[in-house]
């Protein structure tokens, strides 16, 4: 059973950086390629980054190419989500989830889902 619970978020200015981590207190984390997804209000779900297994492969959206980094330690059974120079458009709930096979952007993909966590990105 895979359970996720995102923290890290929190209120920041423009330019500024956070990090957002996800720890899965299952046994079968290393199993599961992982995601950062959010919502803004009033909008959909939206794809941000994922990671193989592994940590071999990465992909991110284009609007965050350059600025966020997602990452894993599976030793930790956590994913991280590295945010710089973040903008006011960047704010959102941010979620993490997991999925077994390969990472895909899309929501229907993945199976699992953490709480999400709340980035506010003040200008």
């Known amino acids: 059973q895979v359970q996720l619970v995102e923290s890290g978020g929190g209120l920041v200015q423009a330019g500024d950086s956070l990090r957002l981590s996800c720890a899965d207190s299952?046994?079968?984390?290393?199993?599961?390629?992982m995601g950062w997804f959010r919502q803004a209000p009033g909008k959909e779900r939206e794809f941000v980054a994922a990671?193989?297994?592994?940590?071999?492969?990465?992909y991110a959206t284009d609007s965050v190419k350059g600025r966020f980094t997602i990452s894993r330690d599976n030793a930790k059974n956590t994913v991280y989500l590295q945010m710089n120079s973040l903008k006011p458009e960047d704010t959102a709930v941010y979620y993490c989830a997991a999925e077994e096979g390969m990472p895909s952007s899309w929501v229907s993909e993945y199976e699992y889902w953490g709480q999400g966590t709340q980035v506010t990105v003040s200008s």
């Open positions: 299952g046994r079968t984390f290393s199993s599961y390629a």
């Open positions: 990671i193989s297994w592994s940590g071999d492969s990465t």
